[in-house]
Structure formats: structure tokens, C-alpha cells
């Protein structure tokens, strides 16, 4: 039986039925932006360092000021120190965000090995201290996002939600892979059927969901309190009005046309450009684009293209020029709006 979290009174802020990950190098501000326009109830932060606020790194500043005046929205921190992680949390606090999340899931060898991510599950006690100064810290409302364990021989995902449970977190946030798995294989929903069996605080379900199909039966065989998308939403903002109506009248929006879908990546590079400057904002977007024409006709010419133009103008030149030259049908031929997901 789970330890009973030590707060009578819950935080007002609760987590929607469907939200976006918070992942390294992709969900910056202007991707943050893009999926609220499109129906996203809940945007996270990329990953900051506690340390790196506390200690005033330029960089980690900069990611932390870039959500300022973002609503709703919840920033994610990652560390092992308590004192930073204090200092974090309130510093965050006073932004004015809905909540603080505790990375506890990222398996790079380079965050594991300073104990931090997924390497400070591996060490319960000092879990228990940072998590306690992170509730002393705030009254906002904290969550953790946590994966099964190191790997299959070392599961600990009900320990680590008992410890964030008892610790006063408002919430788990669980992708249902070990650490070894990464980024592939198939997550394990069942585990995540498991901890929302044992836990009283919401658990909220990651992993292998990519459209309204998938989110439905990860509702319905794990009973979860609200599903966490990643990779399901590159280059597709439109999944969340998708999953979002689906739920709510079992129907399935129509897809979007390449009309509205480059309409979308163009006023994405325009918040990227806006955000970061125009070299740095073209340069990081290469990817998204790659994501936002997967499965059209000629698309490795035009990424072949794109990524030898350094200009706002050059680029949005070259993707009207390109979409000039592909049917509409091209996108329900391919299945590109809606990515197969996996069987259950």
C-alpha cells in the first residue's frame, strides 16, 4: 500500500487529459506556442538545470526567461543537490508558472552518471531529501516524470511514486520504459496500469501514444489520469484537437491539408526566427521542418535544400515552391496525417 500523500489540501492546478512532453531541443517556446494554438491544454519546458539557476548560467537563464508570460505551463528541472534544487524550485515559483516537474526519467549517460534524470532513482534516500526541499520550497503543484527503472532486473517505478506520493507531489508523469530501452522497443502500458493501481496522487500515462486511437486505449487499459505526448507531436500540432474531440465524441477530425500544414511550419519559423534570431532559429528548425513533410512526395530534395539556406525568406520561398508541386492527395496516400500506432 502506498504512503498517503502528508497535504490535506491539493494544489488548484490539476494536469488536463492530454498534454505535451517537455523534451531537450524541441519543445523551445515557439513549439510550446504551435501546440496551444492547436489545442494543446498543457505545455512543458525543455529540461533546466537547478544547478545551473542557482550558480546564474547565462544559457540556463535564458531557457527560463524564454517561458515567461507562457500560461498554462509547467517547467521542468533536473539535479541532486537539495539546496539547488531548493533554490530552483523558488526561483521558478516566482515566475508565476502552474507547476514544477522533477526530471527523473532522462536516461543520457552524461545525466545519469551525475545522479541526476533517471540516475537519481538509483538512490532512493537522497530522492526522499531532494523531493522534501522541493515541497518546502513551493505550494505550487509538483510532479515527477519517472520511468520504469534502470532496466527490467531493477524495476523500482512503485517505489519511486511512493516516494513522490509521501513526499507531498501532486502528480507522476510515467513513460512506461526502463532506461536501457531508451527511446525504443514497445512501452510497457501494463506498468503503467500498475503504479495508477497502487498510487492515490493522478498518474498520467507517456509512451507510444501517436493519435486519438492510441490515446483511447492507453485511457482504457491502464485507467490513467491523462496521457503525455512526445513524438507523436513532431510535426503535428494537430494531434491534441485530434485526441481531445475523439475522446469527447468519438469522432476523428478530418486531417489537416497541406495548406494548413504548411501555413502551420511557416508560422512556426517565424516564432523560431522571433525567439532565437534568424540564424539559430533557421538552423534548429531544420528538424521540425523534416517532421512537418514526412511522407510527401520529394522531400529529400527540399531537405537537401533547406539545409543549405540560412535565411527566414530563402526557406519559406523554397516550401511554397515545393507544396506548389504536390497533389492534395498526396498526404492521405501516404498516411501522413495519422501515424500507424502500435498494436494493443
Not at 522533477?102 to 523531493?131: A, H, I, Q, R, W
Request: hydrophobic share 35%; with cysteine; glycine share 10%.
Amino acid at each position: 500500500m502506498a504512503v498517503k500523500p502528508p497535504r490535506p489540501r491539493k494544489s488548484d492546478f490539476q494536469f488536463p487529459r492530454v498534454m505535451l512532453a517537455p523534451v531537450a531541443g524541441v519543445t523551445d517556446r515557439a513549439t510550446r506556442e504551435i501546440a496551444r494554438s492547436h489545442g494543446c491544454p498543457l505545455t512543458f519546458s525543455e529540461l533546466i538545470s537547478a544547478r545551473g539557476l542557482r550558480e546564474a548560467n547565462g544559457g540556463t537563464w535564458r531557457m527560463l526567461r524564454e517561458c515567461q508570460g507562457e500560461h498554462p505551463l509547467v517547467v521542468q528541472i533536473f539535479g541532486h543537490e537539495p539546496e539547488s534544487i531548493s533554490e530552483a524550485t523558488r526561483l521558478v515559483s516566482d515566475q508565476g508558472v502552474e507547476g514544477i516537474n522533477l526530471n527523473l526519467g532522462c536516461p543520457v549517460k552524461k545525466v545519469f552518471k551525475n545522479k541526476s534524470g533517471c540516475g537519481l532513482t538509483v538512490f532512493p534516500t537522497e530522492l526522499v531529501y531532494v523531493l522534501r526541499a522541493m515541497r518546502k520550497a513551493t505550494e505550487c503543484h509538483l510532479s515527477v516524470k519517472i520511468r520504469a527503472g534502470v532496466n527490467h532486473k531493477s524495476l523500482n517505478y512503485k517505489m519511486i511514486g511512493d516516494i513522490a506520493q509521501g513526499e507531498g507531489c501532486d502528480a507522476v508523469i510515467f513513460h512506461a520504459r526502463t532506461r536501457l530501452m531508451g527511446f525504443g522497443g514497445e512501452a510497457q502500458w501494463e506498468w503503467i496500469q500498475d503504479l495508477k493501481e497502487y498510487l492515490d496522487i493522478p498518474v498520467i500515462g507517456n509512451g507510444d501514444v501517436v493519435d486519438a486511437l492510441s490515446a483511447r486505449r492507453m485511457f482504457e487499459q491502464t485507467g490513467c489520469d491523462g496521457v503525455m505526448i512526445a513524438r507523436g507531436a513532431y510535426g503535428n500540432p494537430w494531434i491534441f484537437r485530434e485526441i481531445l474531440e475523439y475522446l469527447d465524441t468519438g469522432i476523428i477530425p478530418p486531417p489537416p491539408t497541406l495548406e494548413e500544414r504548411l501555413s502551420t511550419l511557416i508560422r512556426h519559423l517565424r516564432l523560431a526566427v522571433e525567439w532565437k534570431g534568424e540564424q539559430k532559429g533557421i538552423l534548429e528548425m531544420r528538424k521540425q521542418i523534416g517532421w512537418y513533410i514526412k511522407g510527401y512526395r520529394n522531400v529529400r530534395p527540399l531537405r537537401d535544400q533547406i539545409n543549405r539556406l540560412e535565411t527566414l525568406s530563402g526557406v519559406i520561398e523554397t516550401l511554397q515552391e515545393w507544396a506548389a508541386t504536390n497533389p492534395e492527395e498526396e498526404a492521405a496516400e501516404s498516411g501522413l496525417a495519422r501515424p500507424s500506432s502500435p498494436g494493443r
